[in-house]
């Protein structure tokens, strides 16, 4: 029953910002790690940030880290991704993702996340 709902993918211009939604329903999240994931075809789904539900601790893939940033409002059960200074190279499918944390590690491949949404799809035009 669990399900993860992304919105705000689109297309943007180089240097433009975009903030992607997951909207988060069917359990407690308590204990969890939520994050986001990217895929372009022909290539592995990449870790590009997560976040602890309870805690809002923090972890970013090196290409990202400084332009995008992981958020979460419990009260509203939604996860956010801001990404600033967007770059062609971050043309993709981007993945919400729930980890139950079964490891007691931070989550930063796809074999660690548990529950999946659909997909936004952000593209980023130069």
């Known amino acids: 029953q669990v399900q993860l709902v992304e919105s705000g993918g689109g297309l943007v211009q180089a240097g433009g910002s975009l903030r992607l939604s997951c909207a988060a329903s069917g359990r407690t999240f308590s204990g969890y790690f939520m994050g986001w994931l990217r895929q372009v075809p022909g290539k592995e789904r990449e870790f590009v940030a997560t976040?602890?539900?309870?805690?809002?601790?923090?972890y970013y893939a090196d290409s990202v880290k400084g332009r995008f940033t992981i958020s979460r409002d419990n009260a509203k059960n939604t996860v956010y991704l801001q990404m600033n200074d967007l770059k062609p190279e971050d043309t993709a499918v981007y993945y919400c993702?729930?980890?139950?944390?079964?490891?007691?590690?931070?989550?930063?491949?796809?074999?660690?996340?548990?529950?999946w949404g659909q997909g936004t799809q952000v593209t980023v035009s130069s």
């Open positions: 993702a729930a980890s139950r944390n079964r490891y007691g590690v931070v989550p930063r491949g796809p074999s660690g996340y548990d529950y």
């Open positions: 976040i602890t539900w309870s805690g809002g601790s923090t």
